[in-house]
């Protein structure tokens, strides 16, 4: 059972507040418009939704974080620095091609050239 805050409220107390949806900043909808967008997936139960949504936060927090921490202008983030660490951290292997490193169009008509005007050699 959680214990009471301050104000002898138990509704108040860390541990209940943590699962209130009210913690949350995505919006729930959204996240799961975005999962039911999976052929898979035809419910979404309300704990599920706000797990996700949840460890969504975190991972969002987490990534802005590592890239602060690696950038050399440490007081915002930008896409150069967030695609610098997609791209050198081998557990962030899986967003490269959602977020591809910046490159200028001179280098992207060269790699089309050498592609037959295919976009396959945009990596």
Known sequence: MASPSKNGNAKDSPSRSSS???DLVLPTQRV???MKSCPDVDTVPQETLHLITKCTELF???LVEETIKNAEDRTHVDYEALAQIV???DHLEFLRDTIPKKI??????KL???NDNKFEGFH
């Open 20 to 22: 209130h949806p009210t």
């Open 32 to 34: 799961k418009m975005i």
């Open 60 to 62: 969002i927090k987490y």
């Open 87 to 89: 791209h050198t951290k």
């Open 104 to 109: 200028t169009w001179a280098e992207a008509r």
């Open 112 to 114: 089309m050239a050498e």
